[in-house]
């Protein structure tokens, strides 16, 4: 038991009739208005500029990129000159 064409018409007409033409009219304009300025919201979320890189910041005339790299460097160095430790004598 849905709600048929004959029915969907006189719910029509009653609001029409209860709201008023010029009311009823002016609220279908507003939700039209709605539902075009949701579209154009979601067309421009499409069209996205691309995003150029920064340039990069110099920390004491060298970029942080370069400051890590000698970072990692003076580690790997480290790790190699460090010893390694005699293994336990087995019992």
């Known amino acids: 038991m849905g709600l048929s064409l004959p029915h969907i018409l006189i719910f029509a007409v009653v609001a029409i009739l209860l709201l008023g033409g010029g009311r009823f009219s002016n609220m279908m304009g507003d ?3 709605g539902v075009k ?4 919201g979601m067309t421009e979320d499409d069209e996205i500029a691309p995003v150029t890189p920064a340039k990069a910041q110099l920390i004491e005339g060298r970029t942080a990129a370069d400051i890590i790299a000698e970072h990692e460097r003076a580690k790997a160095a480290a790790a190699a000159a460090t010893p ?3 293994a336990p004598p087995v019992v």
Request: aromatic share 10%.
């Open 84 to 86: 390694v430790p005699p």
């Open 31 to 33: 939700v039209a208005k």
């Open 37 to 40: 300025q949701f579209k154009k």
